[in-house]
Nanobody
Framework: QVQLVESGGGLALVGRSLRLSCVAS????????MGWFRQGTDKHRDLIAR????????MYEDSMEGRFTISRDAAKKAVYLEIHSVKSEDTGIFYC??????????????WGQGTQVTVSA
């Protein structure tokens, strides 16, 4: 079992930067990957960025690239998301995602409780 705890959300002014954190605990394996999703007012949970299985390189959703930077600290089992120059559309709940791959090429997703970001002008 894997547990995820996000932090770093809150009220942010337009144009400012924000850093979100997620720490994983439990049974972590070397092939597991982590990433970040955003759930906006439309309730869709959209991928922002995640680390690729195998290469371990970060990948960004096309529409998200540029204003977001994902990073990680393997020793701390943590992944971070830097939001540069926040916009009102960033208002929503940011979720940390943990993905475990199985031998049959399927995977299981685990989610944190989410951290609320509210952007104000």
């Amino acid at each position: 079992q894997v547990q995820l705890v996000e932090s770093g959300g809150g009220l942010a002014l337009v144009g400012r930067s924000l850093r979100l954190s997620c720490v994983a605990s439990g049974d972590i394996e070397s092939e597991d990957t982590m990433g970040w999703f955003r759930q906006g007012t439309d309730k869709h949970r959209d991928l922002i960025a995640r680390y690729r299985k195998g290469s371990g390189q970060p990948m960004y959703e096309d529409s998200m690239e540029g204003r977001f930077t994902i990073s990680r600290d393997a020793a701390k089992k943590a992944v971070y998301l830097e939001i540069h120059s926040v916009k009102s559309e960033d208002t929503g709940i940011f979720y940390c995602n943990f993905r475990r791959y199985h031998s049959d090429s399927s995977w299981s997703d685990y989610w944190g409780q989410g951290t609320q970001v509210t952007v104000s002008a």
